[in-house]
């Protein structure tokens, strides 16, 4: 059967098909392929394989990339991040996502939409500060029961409590029984987990942050000194992004901009605490100074040997998802680091 893409039933269409037809010109004729072709749509007579490769990060490009079928193929995804369009540009796969957006070139067909970016995710209030908080804390190696996240994370019974019972009911851990040794949960997908928690973190309002100018030639080196005068103040810090991956999982060969959390809740003790490192403020400067997001990462924070404090590192994680394609490059390259240390 040959169609035009409107004449085609939805309800014969999986979810990737229906982006896919949704995303092509009206004008573009879509068969029903034969048992022997092995494609999910012929378009404009020629084979076409739809895969559904779930959010549409880095990491779900990269994954489908390495089983890259020698026919046409469409990948859809939910909404594909500034890093999956730039490495599914740069291998010529074609895309489209649940926004609208698409990138497909099959035979004549030339499609290029930007779309329209997806609300807030449903559920999203639902992560509170206290259930980031345990999820921090399970991504860091801590027993999933609720005697260790109070010592870890500060928080109270209840609320460790109510989180990981949030974290349960959502199927991101599990449990091997209810009550008793065998009801520590368990993280039994870390990087679904890791997922979740991110688009929790960077849902959130951003905050207040100052952007100091500094001169220095060695971003690492001048964080470094920076903490060194924040330590004499009695100033708790850490440094997150770009410049706390480039200790923890180097990637990048020079890091030019630094993002350090301090103690401090409002932008006049940012600016007093900016004032006593001799740093002026400045817009677009190279420094961002930001209030600790939670207590949680403040406790989690490393000493490295060289004397920078390393926010832990899901945040930094999450906090390298906004840096655009170098950052999300960044983010899955920590995230192999820290996997493979805990495999080897």
Not at 19 to 43: F, N, Y
Not at 195 to 204: D, G, I, K, L, S
Request: charged share 20%.
């Amino acid at each position: 059967m040959v169609a035009n893409r409107s004449s085609v039933s939805s309800s014969s269409l999986n979810r990737g098909e229906r982006v896919v037809r949704a995303a092509l010109p009206a004008v573009a004729r879509i068969a029903v392929p034969r048992a022997d072709q092995k494609a999910d749509l012929v378009v404009n007579g020629q084979p076409v394989e739809v895969k559904w490769i779930g959010v549409g990060n880095l990491a779900d490009v990269r994954s489908a990339l390495k089983k890259k079928s020698k026919r046409n193929v469409i990948l859809v995804g939910r909404q594909m991040s500034p890093g999956a369009r730039a490495a599914l540009s740069e291998a010529g796969v074609s895309w489209a996502d649940e926004t609208g957006a698409a990138e497909i070139a099959i035979g004549t067909i030339l499609v290029s939409r930007s779309g329209v970016p997806e609300e807030k995710p449903q559920g999203i209030n639902h992560w509170t500060p206290a259930v980031i908080a345990v999820t921090e804390a399970l991504l860091c190696g801590a027993r999933g029961t609720q005697a260790t996240m109070q010592d870890v994370t500060g928080l109270s019974a209840g609320s460790c409590a109510n989180a990981l019972r949030f974290l349960t009911d959502k199927e991101l851990v599990t449990s091997a029984a209810k009550r008793g040794p065998a009801s520590a949960r368990r993280v039994s997908d870390p990087r679904g987990l890791l997922e979740a928690y991110t688009a929790a973190v960077n849902e959130r309002p951003t905050g207040i942050r100052l952007q100091v100018g500094v001169t220095w030639q060695d971003t690492l080196e001048g964080v470094t000194n920076l903490g060194h005068r924040l330590d004499a103040c009695n100033v708790d810090w850490a440094v997150t992004g770009g410049a706390a991956a480039a200790v923890i999982a180097p990637l990048i060969s020079s890091v030019s901009q630094a993002t350090v959390y301090v103690e401090g809740a409002s932008m006049a003790e940012l600016k007093a605490l900016a004032g006593s490192a001799k740093l002026r403020p400045i817009e677009g400067g190279r420094l961002t100074l930001k209030p600790f997001p939670g207590r949680t990462v403040q406790r989690l924070a490393t000493l490295e040997s060289d004397g920078l404090r390393i926010a832990p590192w899901p945040r930094v994680y999450a906090d390298l998802q906004k840096e655009g394609v170098r950052g999300e490059e960044a983010a899955e390259h920590l995230y192999d680091v820290v996997h493979d240390r805990r495999s080897s």
